[in-house]
């Protein structure tokens, strides 16, 4: 079974795909571990559910495509799970194109912030590239668009100005879906990037159930999940997310795990004794959101 066809036993369901970005790969193993302890523990069949990791330009950069590529067909070879390679937030169609050829599985066309024409044809084009190579690989290679504004980013931020004009609008939702044909569609309904320390995020979920009343052939995908309540995705699922992303919750664990090895051992030289705790607690956060999302 495809992504397309896990996120439809999810919008059934009323349960959320988990989708989770890495740079490397113990960030890599903490995310794939985190959501196989969450399957094991509550005895649920692997068939059913599916992984999403992601990896934005920045990151792919960092780590290799084709890199990122031979990572997670090792964790997939090794779990038998079912881990789809994301590229996450490829802002032209040439990046999004090198994903393709590397082999990823599915790419975002970031089009937040582009004028509806300007995003309704860079997102076609890069669903027409992928569809060809679908063809001639005979797999499935999905694409999400982008409608809307998302402010903010992937770090701890005080505030985040929101303005009623990033929002996604139904019915240029519909209109982006019927001209693109897109498989999923990232919406902005008061979410943002990042985590706001100052600051109280309020989710329409008035404007969501209308969005997804829109377009309720398409898979609707949450973006700038870290920071949300659990309540918060309760209701994001109930009026039709199915695709919840988070990035900034994992970097921060990796982050003050390894900042406590370190300061705990400064003298320590071996990478994988003073990573141990980043991977505990990236593992940890992981762990948290995967049964929420799975509504366990």
Not at 38 to 46: C, F, G, I, M
Not at 118 to 130: G, L, S
Not at 257 to 278: H, I, M, N, R, V
């Amino acid at each position: 079974m495809g992504l397309n066809g896990y996120l439809k036993v999810a919008k059934e369901r009323k349960f959320a795909v988990p989708h989770f970005n890495f740079a490397s790969a113990e960030q890599l193993k903490a995310i794939v571990l985190g959501f196989k302890k969450v399957l094991d523990s509550h005895n649920l069949p692997s068939s059913d559910y599916a992984l999403m990791v992601g990896t934005s330009e920045g990151e792919a950069k960092f780590l290799g495509y084709v890199e990122a590529r031979k990572l997670v067909d090792a964790w997939k070879l090794d779990t038998g799970l079912n881990i789809f390679l994301n590229a996450d937030h490829h802002k032209s169609f040439e990046s999004c194109k090198e994903a393709v050829d590397s082999g990823y599985d599915t790419v975002l066309f970031d089009g937040f912030g582009l004028a509806l024409e300007e995003n309704v044809r860079t997102t076609r084009q890069v669903i027409d590239y992928a569809k060809s190579v679908s063809a001639s690989r005979r797999t499935e290679i999905t694409v999400e668009g982008e409608l809307g504004y998302l402010r903010g980013e992937s770090k701890m931020q005080e505030m985040v100005e929101l303005k009623p004009e990033d929002f996604t609008k139904p019915e240029e939702a519909r209109e982006f879906v019927q001209k693109t044909g897109v498989d999923r569609l990232a919406v902005v309904f008061g979410n943002i990037h990042g985590v706001v320390t100052k600051q109280e995020e309020r989710l329409d979920f008035e404007l969501l159930k209308k969005i997804n009343g829109a377009i309720p052939n398409v898979f609707l995908v949450l973006h700038g999940g870290s920071g949300l309540s659990k309540d918060d995705f309760k209701k994001a699922i109930e009026n039709g997310i199915t695709n919840i992303h988070i990035n900034t919750e994992v970097r921060v664990a990796y982050r003050e795990g390894l900042e406590k090895d370190l300061k705990e051992s400064p003298g320590e030289t071996t990478p994988y004794k003073f990573l141990d705790e980043a991977v505990e607690k990236m593992q940890g956060v992981v762990e948290g959101k995967v049964k929420v999302f799975l509504n366990l």
